[in-house]
């Protein structure tokens, strides 16, 4: 499995000084199979540039995984050049549990929030299909779980040849009337060879900010040691 980050940023885009060494995009992360499969996590800001690199190597069949419909993961797909040529074929994959993908994307581009195109109106092939416990996608195995936030949110874990990638975005370890339990988040992420997850607070900010659906540094750090 080849792993990049594309964006690791929340709410909005960032450029300065502070942003130059993990850019200033907002969530999309891209994983590529053994097999060559094109998986994309998230459509934020960072899917522009992911883009490039996509028809530099002639990447035409794609699947697109959406963890959940706030702007800072939607905010890049009217950027994103392999929508607009005939040739891509997109499955994209969502909960319906508040809206369904095709819905939040079609009202992202609809008029006069985007003025260009509607979605129907896009060259690519589009296939929506609602993101479940597990989806296979060639050799990998994917597996989701609900997070602690806002709205409803999906974190996941890819498997393939006996390695694992545990991405949860926006997720509250210890939300004290969270949805899941902490130990529930120990027991998905244990083993991974690598965890990508929310840690936007510092642990003197978070007392201020519980129950806005985010954890702190040192919290993940917990869950790394807990869950091996």
Not at 60 to 77: K, M, N
Not at 126 to 146: A, C, D, S, Y
Not at 180 to 193: D, E, H, L, N
Request: overall charge positive; charged content about 20%; aromatic content about 14%.
């Amino acid at each position: 499995m080849f792993v990049k980050i594309y964006g690791c940023r929340g709410s909005i885009p960032v450029a300065n000084r502070t942003t130059r060494k993990y850019g200033g995009n907002t969530t999309c992360l891209y994983v590529e199979s053994r097999a060559g499969e094109a998986i994309i996590v998230d459509a934020g800001s960072g899917i522009r540039e992911l883009g490039g690199y996509l028809m530099q190597n002639r990447k035409s069949e794609l699947h697109l995984i959406l963890t959940h419909y706030h702007w800072d993961h939607l905010q890049g797909f009217p950027f994103f050049v392999p929508v607009y040529l005939k040739s891509t074929k997109i499955s994209i994959y969502g909960a319906n549990k508040e809206a369904a993908p095709k819905e939040a994307l079609s009202y992202q581009m609809s008029f006069p929030y985007f003025p260009t195109i509607t979605l129907a109106n896009l060259p690519a092939q589009f296939k929506f299909r609602e993101l479940k416990k597990v989806l296979n996608i060639g050799p990998v195995r994917i597996q989701t779980m609900e997070m602690n936030h806002p709205n409803y949110t999906l974190g996941l874990r890819f498997t393939e040849g006996g390695k694992s990638l545990v991405f949860m975005t926006d997720n509250e370890l210890f939300y004290p009337k969270n949805k899941a339990k902490y130990r529930s988040f120990v027991k998905f992420a244990r083993g991974a060879k690598v965890l990508i997850h929310d840690a936007a607070y510092s642990d003197e900010i978070y007392p201020k900010k519980i129950g806005w659906g985010h954890s702190t540094y040192s919290q993940v750090m917990q869950l790394a040691r807990d869950s091996g």
